[in-house]
């Protein structure tokens, strides 16, 4: 293998590819990135074996051919060359670079060694806006569980359908669902649960102005558009009933100012529980009462205006859930929807109609 590359087409090749590879591995090659030369251009790979990505770059190659060679090794060496051309070549199992005056050196393994990429048959596929998916990913990933007691809940639930797409995540004491208009191809409804690292590769490499190519093999789900393909493997079981857990009937609404809220409920955080977080939020007319009560460390008590008309209720949160889910509301208001202390509460957008967003969090019981 043999090909010249400039330093910012291969330092920007090897930044996309090393975000996939693992910190911590016991085979050896995952810590390498694929080379393969051929065609005017060059192909990198890296995996962790549950989500790859795959990058071709322009180059002048002169002799085809491939190799891995350890990632996080080369691109430090490549950040730290001058803006010049780089040649890379191999000699046996070693990857060479030389660029000005520079001479590195570098063991590498056998490219047959390198895990075999998923085949995905892209033809069968849909595409998405690039706009579409970041936003659906933003919004709702940050919802998944990190337990893995329940590991289906460690993936965001992607729903397609004829005309509209869905993503979903929970952990169980709060959930983020969002959906927004999508047209597919032959795929014209279709579940998946997709592990949140795939979702953060396919927001960190594709922009918001491409159109996205996603399709299912098997139990893998790719992703490419222009020079950059993801590809990653599915968890596999039935996601549980979130429809069922979304009240409808929760008749009182509270219109609250999002940072005046957030800025509350962080001041109150500062004297909760380290355990449990709990903070109570009481409701009454146009005023929103907020206290927290620590025995060991103190107390803090703190008044907002908000839009409310209904009876005087007092519900507990987790200050951690609350403010996670305002963080992620893109209105500057929110309309907050109950019914009763130990009811689900639900969060969404104040005035935008057009917006399908709704965030849920579990109260806490509140103890006197």
């Known amino acids: ?12 090749g090897l930044a996309a590819v090393s975000a996939s590879i693992p910190s911590k591995t016991t085979l050896p090659v995952l810590s390498n990135i694929l080379f393969q030369a051929e065609n005017g251009s ?3 790979s890296g995996t962790d074996l549950d989500v790859a990505v795959r990058i071709k770059v322009p180059a002048d190659v002169r002799e085809d051919g491939s190799l891995t060679a350890p990632g996080k090794k080369l691109q430090e060496i490549t950040k730290e060359l001058p ?10 199992t070693q990857i060479e670079l030389k660029s000005g005056r520079g001479h590195f050196k570098l063991n590498g393994l056998p490219a047959d060694e390198f895990p075999s990429l998923p085949e995905v048959d892209f033809e069968g596929g849909w595409s998405v806006t690039g706009t579409d998916v970041n936003r659906l990913i933003h919004h709702t990933s940050f919802a998944v569980s990190n337990e893995e007691s329940r590991p289906i809940l460690n993936g965001v639930l992607w729903e397609l359908r004829d005309g509209a797409m869905r993503m979903v995540s929970t952990n169980g004491h709060r959930l983020a669902r969002m959906g ?3 047209e597919s191809g032959d795929t014209s409804s279709a579940d998946f649960i997709v592990p949140p690292g795939a979702l953060q590769q396919v927001q960190r490499l594709f922009k918001k102005d491409e159109l996205l190519e996603v399709a299912r093999s098997g139990n893998h789900l790719g992703f490419r558009a222009g020079t950059a393909e993801v590809y990653t493997r599915l968890i596999e079981g039935t996601y549980p009933n979130y429809e069922a857990v979304i009240p409808r009937d929760n008749d009182k609404v509270a219109t609250v100012d999002k940072k005046a809220l957030e800025s509350a409920v962080r001041r109150m955080a500062v004297v909760a529980s380290d355990q449990t977080h709990r903070i109570r939020l009481k409701f009454e007319s146009n005023r929103l009462h907020l206290n927290v009560l620590t025995p060991d460390l103190g107390e803090g008590q703190d008044e907002l205006e908000v839009g409310y008309e209904g009876e005087e209720i007092e519900i507990g949160f987790n200050a951690s859930y609350l403010l996670e889910v305002l963080r992620y509301m ?7 929807a109950f019914k009763a202390p130990e009811s689900a509460v639900t969060i969404e957008p104040s005035g935008s109609e057009n917006l399908d967003y709704l965030c849920l969090v579990m109260p806490l ?4």
Not at 1 to 12: K, P, V
Not at 83 to 92: K, R
Request: no cysteine.
């Open 180 to 182: 927004v208009p999508a």
């Open 83 to 92: 803006d010049q051309p780089v040649e890379v070549s191999t000699i046996g």
């Open 42 to 44: 060059v192909w990198m």
């Open 1 to 12: 293998m043999n090909f010249t590359i400039t330093r910012q087409n291969l330092h920007n």
């Open 365 to 368: 019981r509140l103890l006197d």
């Open 330 to 336: 893109p209105t500057d208001e929110v309309d907050i």
